[in-house]
């Protein structure tokens, strides 16, 4: 099976922290992707990376900047945490050109105070 | 820019069967996929359709028609673990590296009650 394993199920961070959120996925994946899921705005793509040191920003970027310096490892950063940015963030990875297909992490639900 | 109407709630009994539509507009179109996440778990995939037609699996079916930028997914013999929510995806536009990604809906609540 697919494993997605996330650093932390839970974080709570103050304003104006630095935040370092791990993704790993064990399948040998091309494909990583970070989302934000917030109540009534489903899943948001913040950024995804397609090879080692490839990135693309998604539709929300802003605030948020990501790492992979290793194929089975994507980062994301929060460089100053904004209350704004209080949300569940889930990681995703998929095989190939194959997108539609994606297999998720349980998710980092992050609090900024 | 890309949009998807789903409801964000439906009701049903056990046994029974629902049907979760999903409506698009997409700049581009390459297949639309279902993922079912139960509360405080992570989502995962369900179906994929990317030419008009029904895609069944087990106690679930998925519809899409291209013409009319519209799908569903028909849950069968519904069964109270079948609580959950659960979102289209279009996998739609094509990135400036000539990756595409998905976009989702907002996710539709199924409330199964005995």
């Known amino acids: 099976d697919v494993k997605v394993t996330q650093s932390s199920r839970y974080l709570v961070k103050r304003t104006g922290e630095k935040v370092f959120l791990e993704c790993v996925q064990d399948m040998d994946h091309e494909n990583m992707f970070w989302y934000r899921q917030d109540p009534g705005l489903g899943l948001r793509l913040i950024y995804f990376s397609y090879d080692v040191k490839m990135k693309e920003k998604g539709d929300i970027p802003e605030g948020y900047s990501v790492s992979r310096e290793k194929k089975e490892r994507f980062s994301l950063i929060l460089e100053s945490t904004s209350t704004n940015q209080t949300s569940m963030y889930l990681c995703?990875?998929?095989?190939?050109?194959?997108?539609?297909?994606?297999?998720f992490g349980p998710g980092t639900r992050l609090t900024v105070l | 820019g890309q949009s998807l109407e789903q409801p964000s709630e439906v009701t049903a009994v056990e046994g029974a069967i629902v049907q979760i539509n999903c409506t698009y507009q997409t700049s581009g179109f390459y297949g639309l996929s279902w993922y079912q996440q139960h509360d405080g778990g992570a989502p995962t995939f369900l179906s994929y359709n990317a030419l008009d037609g029904l895609e069944e699996t087990g106690r679930f079916s998925s519809f899409l028609s291209r013409s009319d930028s519209y799908g569903y997914l028909l849950l069968q013999e519904l069964q109270m673990k079948d609580s959950a929510s659960y979102f289209c995806?279009?996998?739609?536009?094509?990135?400036?590296?000539?990756?595409?990604?998905?976009?989702f809906g907002k996710g539709t609540m199924l409330l199964v009650s005995p």
């Open positions: 995703a990875s998929s095989p190939g050109r194959i997108y539609n297909e994606q297999f």
């Open positions: 995806a279009v996998r739609d536009k094509s990135t400036e590296s000539g990756y595409s990604t998905l976009t």
